[in-house]
């Protein structure tokens, strides 16, 4: 005979997986290269993969390498 399934469970581990939005990141177009390692103030690394490197909408850090490097464009989305 089955269990009676819980139901707080199911609700309670549905609640706890919420997936990105693409409103959450920013997507930059390298112009010069297809592929390369942006190296950022902090030492952190940001990989360009076919023209394109994403960031998350509040890593100020990155946004504000990106935006200033002339090689790099924000895509509309």
Request: hydrophobic share 35%; proline share 6%; net charge negative.
């Amino acid at each position: 005979m089955a269990k009676p399934q819980d139901d707080s469970t199911t609700q309670d581990s549905a609640a706890v997986i919420q997936p990105i939005s693409a409103a959450s990141t920013l997507t930059f177009r390298d112009t010069l290269y297809t592929s390369r390692t942006v190296i950022l103030p902090d030492g952190r690394t940001l990989p360009v993969i076919k023209s394109l490197v994403s960031v998350e909408a509040g890593d100020d850090i990155a946004l504000k390498c990106l935006k200033a490097h002339p090689e790099y464009e924000q895509l509309k989305e």
